[in-house]
DNA sequence: TTAGCTGAGTGTCATAAACACACTTTCAAA
DNA sequence: TTTGAAAGTGTGTTTATGACACTCAGCTAA
């Protein structure tokens, strides 16, 4: 438990991480993005983890997370919102989490607090690269997540219960989509957020009445059915909506 | 890291704290327990703050916070909710904040990360007493609480908007109020924690049509007026609508 | 004993949102 | 030119919302 803060501003804290739930989505499914850091020698399987690191002393938490991200991804200017702390004592218990642990941290043995956040990016905007501490990036089918280091399998679902709340009361989905969308596509996030269908003339209704489509004057191309619309967001409306929010219990 | 729980003083970790919004209600307003712990030299003010102390490395977040209840309020077993982590580098850099943590802390130049939690209580369960780490500790109006230190102030706002948000989709009011209550009294709640009007009729055909109420035989006595019907909330409803949520945004 | 005060309790109508549901259109490829 | 694939569209029913005003029961004080 060291407190030997001489030089702050360039001090890793061992006390507290990040851990970053980076959700895409590619018009048919969502994704996260996990990083492997090699085949575990107590499972013989690949480690898979959510992306983080350690807090440095001088920045705030949103900067740690905002700097993870971008140390991963190379991008910026993400929608990003903290889901909370997760500080089992044992969250890092697993015999392949310590063997880890050993091999990259200056104090493995130290308990570590981590304040987790999910961030929404646009799928295309994110070519995957090896990090500074994974060997490896990429998507994963959030359906076909089973088992992540620590308890990122935990985070990882209180990250989609966040989400799932939050779409239902703030317009955040926009984030996982390109500039020009289709209302299927949209319609298809929301399924894909929720898990459940959803009747498509009814979305489509209850979408168009927040006002928050502006259509363009552009379809579809080269597609091998009736050509969809294509639409953006409305900026403003976007922002009056996601302070207001548009909750609708009645109270 | 030590399990050696003799002597936990050694185990507290100095970077991660707890803090503690507890909110009570008199059938009139919301309160938050504040402790004071005593007059600033900088300021010349009482110092008011939320009761919080440094997590022990051996308990998880949750253990902790209840711990803090406990110690505060002596009571057990009482609604508590995580809000999140606040780590702002700054958050103790106020004045009145460094001469307390040098009087109180082993490590005063520490970085602490805080979790914020809230917790509802009902408000004759508790007698304030002493703790050991304030000199007094009393149930302030929440409408009459402006300044608090540390980041305690905006602490206080991201939990009341966080259980504005909750009591929209969980019936969680009910733990701020006795066993046995009066539709007025549950309708004055809502409407002290929404801070606006509700209309009465409204207000109470909704409630009713959650059936989770049940009315009791008795009724108010000596009051100066028609006695008010008094009900009891419907412990498996209650629980039934707590896992579900109510929301109602239509998707 | 009675008049007056206080808050409890109650119903309806108009409007808006939700839900369930099936066929036609447009384009590309075979 | 036929076929397959997804886009796009409307209505009727049901349910929830929001606005709104008077009577009732019990206490107190004249």
Partial sequence: MSSNKKNKALELN????????????DFDQLY?????????????????????????????????????????TGIDNIYLEQIGAFGDPNRMGKESDKEWLKSMRAEPE?????????????????NP??????????????????ELAFDHY??????????????????????????KFTLSQLHKLYESILNKALDKRNFRRKILNLQILTPLNEKQV?????????????EEKYQKLSSEGFDNFGF
């Fill in 14 to 25: 061992p006390n507290v991480s990040i851990d970053n739930i980076i959700f895409g989505f």
């Fill in 32 to 72: 996260c993005l996990l990083i492997d850091s090699g085949i575990s020698k107590t499972t013989g399987r690949p480690r898979l983890a959510v992306p983080g690191d350690l807090i440095y002393d001088n920045e705030t938490l949103d900067e740690a997370a905002n700097r993870i991200l971008k140390e991963l």
């Fill in 110 to 126: 130290a308990r570590v607090i981590t304040v987790a956040y999910f961030s929404l990016v646009k799928m295309d905007d994110f």
């Fill in 129 to 146: 690269k090896a990090s500074s501490f994974a060997e490896s990036a990429g998507w994963a089918p959030i359906n076909e997540i089973h």
């Fill in 154 to 179: 935990e985070i990882l679902q209180c990250a989609r219960e966040q989400l799932k709340r939050k779409i239902k009361i703030q317009p955040i989905g926009f984030n996982l989509l390109p500039e």
């Fill in 222 to 234: 080269g597609v091998p059915h009736k050509p969809s619309q294509l639409f953006e967001f409305n």
